[in-house]
């Protein structure tokens, strides 16, 4: 079963707003990544947060890890355009050399 | 400056009829990744190799096959595809490091349509 579980499944919001997806997993993990996917186009990497980590800053970006609830968010503050895209959380537990998708968040900014 | 490169980017084949699918890398990383994505869903591991090592996973058909001559090239090879099979089909890379699995690179992906 996937690791991850992105939520909500879709999200539509107006463009300068900020929008918060949420990501859970089941089991113990070494590090959390946040990938962006356009339409039909391959998967960019956002951030990388380790377990060992609670928050990560990326410019626009800011993700939480909190361990003992198994959760992740990820926000993207002041939204543009642009950031119409589908977002995946993915998890490396304990192999090293592969990693679990999410089922993903629709993004959806409006003009 | 491409990083991950796939060919074709869209490809079209019979049902049955084999079909190979490339990946090269710029970036000389050991790990090379095939993923399977359908429409409106997360990425599916297929396999990968770390270096010359195959790892394939479970539940990963039979009809599906992989060769990676060397570092750059991993090759994804379906034998006889089903209509099932129409798909975005994702290449990855990421570097081997002692602390853990670091950021994959994906490539712009292979849309395939099994008619």
Redesign the interface.
Known sequence: SQQGEEDPQALSIQEGENATMNCSYKTSINNLQWYRQNSGRGLVHLILIRSNEREKHSGRLRVTLDTSKKSSSLLITASRAADTASYFCATNGNRDDKIIFGKGTRLHILP | DAM?I?NPRYQVTQFGKPVTLSCSQTLNHN?M?WYQQKS??????LF?Y?DKDF?NEADTPDNFQSRRPNTSFCFLDIRSPGLGDTA?Y?C?T?RD?AS??????????T?LLVL
């Open positions: 991950v796939q790990v990744y409106s869903q997360a990425p599916k591991l990968h770390y790892n975005m994702l990855a990421s490091a853990g699995l670091e950021t994959q690179y994906f490539g712009p992906g849309r």
